[in-house]
């Protein structure tokens, strides 16, 4: 039962590091605190569930048409949305602010309109629903791939944003926007990619939770709050961090899940939040205080 | 080689700089002298990009006029600028903060000989490549400063207040290596509270008060103007 466990906690937490990693990116970099992150997710998520019951597409394919799609999405709303925000904001703190509005907002779009095309139903589908032996216990494949999905898109992002100078430049922006332009970095686009990215991000994360979960039309903030909270366990901007406390949260809440209670998970999630920001104020590997 | 005339720039209804016009040579060292508030840091951040002049105002880097462009334009054509607290990217190592210094498109073909050059200027980088900027002493920040400026193949080379926080020997050795830099042909338009040492690597020099340039002379004619001796210099010594 133990392996179990931990193998579901890593499928979870994998996911979650995904989320995670988009929303530190567009709040790291692009400084955009995005409270519509998680309804892009679940636009993912129906995508490939209506793709999956009308065309019989596999989850995997859908992959291909919505990561660029997310990507797409993030530099239309930067542009339309962002952009007048970010001329006029007078402070990091000011745009801050105007951009939780403006994607508090956003968000109640989406999910209407998801509400009114999709209903408020609990929805799922089964995609290679068969267990598949794994050091001795039986997982379902989904989640399997749905692992593999994770490691593979939050690996090659990780390589692409610390070992190439696109990516080094990227974390430069987040250090220190002024710095970053001093040395030619054009610090508006590399905002907009960043928000871009992220939005291709919550994309692949939100098919690749479709492959394994229920999710409803009213599902994203749930997921926006998860991602906050990874984000801020791991450092504000840093991708290692939230890949790591994405990973912790997932194996925690499996854990109580199947060892203590089920309806512990979201007490699980908050304490830890709360203990990990009263031992490391700012994150597991969060810049210190200056 | 650069030419900056009449230039005003205000911050809402403050005004920082009024009507300011002056000149750096190829090869020429300028230093801006003047006391807190007199504008020094403002010309700087103007001519760079990172603070958009008033309207009417004129500045011009090798013929190409400059007065609007964005920070990654004007380092483009040729002018970096060390910011004053030095501007370095605390969380990434220094290699990675000189790679960045070669990011403009001027500057990336030349790369591994850029690195060659900053290695060879400041062997301790070479040895520390792998640190994390923000562990290290502001001496060496203040090198990983220079060298990632220098990584960007500048014509021009601006500084802002270098020696700030710094300790005696260091700024001594930090002039050294501004000196060397000299040599090397680049311009340098330095703003400095450490007259004397700034002076004596300088070719000319302006003196600034309340956002105007207010005089100018070569390096040896300010530094025995009795009226920068008694501004600056403390005259009663």
């Given at each position: 039962m133990?392996?179990?466990?931990?193998?579901?906690?890593?499928?979870?937490?994998?996911?979650?590091?995904?989320?995670?990693?988009?929303?530190t990116?567009?709040y790291g970099?692009?400084?955009?605190?995005?409270?519509?992150?998680?309804?892009l997710?679940?636009v993912?998520?129906?995508?490939?569930?209506?793709?999956?019951?009308?065309?019989?597409?596999?989850?995997?394919?859908?992959?291909?048409?919505?990561?660029?799609?997310?990507?797409?999405?993030?530099?239309?709303?930067?542009?339309?949305?962002?952009?007048?925000?970010?001329?006029?904001?007078?402070?990091?703190?000011?745009?801050?602010?105007?951009?939780?509005l403006?994607?508090?907002?956003?968000?109640?779009?989406i999910?209407?309109?998801?509400?009114?095309?999709?209903g408020?139903?609990?929805?799922?589908?089964?995609?290679?629903?068969?267990a598949?032996?794994?050091f001795?216990?039986?997982?379902?494949?989904?989640?399997?791939?749905?692992?593999?999905?994770?490691?593979?898109?939050?690996?090659?992002?990780y390589?692409?944003?610390?070992?190439?100078?696109?990516?080094t430049?990227?974390?430069?922006?987040?250090?220190?926007?002024?710095?970053?332009?001093?040395?030619?970095?054009?610090?508006?686009?590399?905002?907009?990619?960043?928000?871009?990215?992220?939005?291709?991000?919550?994309?692949?994360?939100?098919?690749?939770?479709?492959?394994?979960?229920?999710?409803t039309?009213?599902?994203?903030?749930?997921?926006?709050?998860?991602?906050?909270?990874?984000?801020?366990?791991?450092?504000?901007?840093?991708?290692?961090?939230?890949?790591s406390?994405?990973?912790?949260?997932?194996?925690a809440?499996t854990?109580?899940?199947?060892?203590?209670?089920?309806?512990?998970?979201?007490?699980t999630?908050?304490g830890?939040?709360?203990?990990?920001?009263?031992?490391?104020?700012?994150?597991?590997?969060?810049r210190?205080?200056? | 080689?650069?030419?900056?005339?009449?230039?005003?720039?205000?911050?809402?209804?403050?005004?920082?700089?009024?009507?300011?016009?002056?000149?750096?040579?190829?090869?020429?060292?300028?230093?801006i002298?003047?006391?807190?508030?007199?504008g020094?840091?403002?010309?700087?951040?103007?001519?760079?990009?990172?603070?958009?002049?008033?309207?009417?105002?004129?500045?011009?880097?090798?013929?190409?006029?400059?007065?609007?462009?964005?920070?990654?334009?004007?380092?483009?054509?040729?002018?970096a600028?060390?910011?004053?607290?030095?501007?370095?990217?605390?969380d990434?190592?220094?290699?990675?903060?000189?790679?960045?210094?070669?990011?403009?498109?001027?500057?990336?073909?030349?790369?591994?000989?850029?690195?060659?050059?900053?290695f060879?200027?400041?062997p301790?980088?070479?040895e520390?490549?792998r640190?994390?900027?923000?562990?290290?002493?502001?001496g060496?920040?203040?090198?990983?400063?220079?060298?990632?400026?220098?990584?960007?193949?500048?014509?021009?080379?601006?500084?802002?207040?270098?020696?700030?926080?710094?300790?005696?020997?260091?700024?001594?050795?930090?002039?050294?290596?501004?000196?060397?830099?000299?040599?090397?042909?680049?311009?340098?338009?330095?703003?400095?509270?450490?007259?004397?040492?700034?002076?004596?690597?300088?070719?000319?020099?302006?003196?600034?008060?309340?956002?105007?340039?207010?005089?100018?002379?070569?390096?040896?004619?300010?530094?025995?103007?009795?009226?920068?001796?008694?501004?600056?210099?403390?005259?009663?010594?």
């Amino acid at each position: 039962m133990l392996v179990t466990a931990i193998l579901s906690g890593l499928v979870l937490g994998g996911t979650y590091a995904l989320l995670a990693m988009g929303l530190t990116l567009q709040y790291g970099i692009a400084r955009i605190m995005n409270l519509a992150y998680g309804e892009l997710i679940i636009v993912a998520a129906f995508l490939a569930y209506t793709l999956f019951a009308t065309l019989g597409l596999s989850p995997v394919w859908t992959l291909f048409i919505a990561i660029p799609a997310g990507f797409a999405l993030g530099w239309g709303i930067y542009g339309v949305l962002m952009q007048p925000l970010v001329r006029r904001a007078r402070t990091p703190a000011g745009l801050e602010i105007d951009s939780i509005l403006a994607t508090f907002g956003l968000l109640f779009v989406i999910q209407g309109l998801l509400l009114v095309s999709f209903g408020a139903n609990f929805t799922s589908y089964s995609y290679l629903n068969v267990a598949v032996d794994v050091f001795g216990t039986k997982l379902a494949a989904n989640r399997l791939i749905a692992l593999a999905l994770a490691v593979v898109l939050g690996g090659a992002i990780y390589f692409a944003l610390t070992r190439t100078l696109w990516g080094t430049a990227l974390r430069a922006v987040s250090v220190s926007p002024v710095s970053a332009s001093l040395v030619g970095i054009d610090v508006d686009r590399a905002a907009r990619t960043a928000f871009a990215l992220g939005g291709a991000l919550a994309a692949a994360g939100g098919v690749v939770i479709s492959m394994y979960q229920t999710f409803t039309a009213t599902s994203g903030v749930v997921f926006t709050m998860k991602a906050l909270i990874i984000v801020i366990m791991g450092g504000v901007g840093n991708i290692l961090g939230a890949l790591s406390a994405g990973l912790v949260l997932g194996l925690a809440e499996t854990l109580v899940a199947t060892y203590v209670d089920p309806g512990l998970t979201l007490a699980t999630t908050y304490g830890l939040f709360i203990a990990i920001l009263l031992w490391r104020p700012t994150g597991l590997f969060g810049r210190a205080a200056r | 080689m650069l030419e900056v005339q009449g230039l005003s720039l205000h911050y809402d209804r403050h005004v920082a700089l009024d009507n300011v016009s002056l000149k750096v040579g190829k090869g020429e060292t300028v230093v801006i002298l003047g006391a807190n508030g007199a504008g020094k840091s403002s010309l700087l951040k103007g001519i760079a990009g990172l603070v958009r002049p008033a309207a009417g105002s004129r500045i011009r880097f090798n013929g190409i006029p400059i007065e609007t462009a964005s920070p990654h334009h004007v380092l483009e054509t040729g002018i970096a600028l060390i910011p004053e607290g030095r501007g370095v990217f605390g969380d990434l190592t220094v290699s990675e903060n000189l790679a960045l210094g070669a990011y403009a498109r001027r500057a990336r073909d030349e790369r591994e000989t850029s690195f060659e050059l900053v290695f060879g200027l400041f062997p301790r980088l070479a040895e520390r490549r792998r640190q994390f900027v923000n562990t290290m002493s502001g001496g060496e920040q203040q090198m990983v400063a220079i060298g990632r400026a220098l990584m960007s193949r500048p014509e021009l080379l601006m500084l802002d207040e270098p020696s700030l926080g710094l300790a005696p020997v260091v700024v001594h050795e930090l002039f050294r290596s501004l000196d060397l830099v000299r040599q090397s042909g680049l311009s340098l338009l330095i703003v400095e509270q450490n007259v004397r040492l700034s002076l004596e690597i300088a070719d000319r020099g302006y003196l600034a008060d309340a956002g105007r340039i207010t005089g100018q002379g070569t390096a040896s004619v300010l530094l025995d103007d009795p009226a920068v001796k008694r501004a600056f210099l403390g005259a009663a010594v």
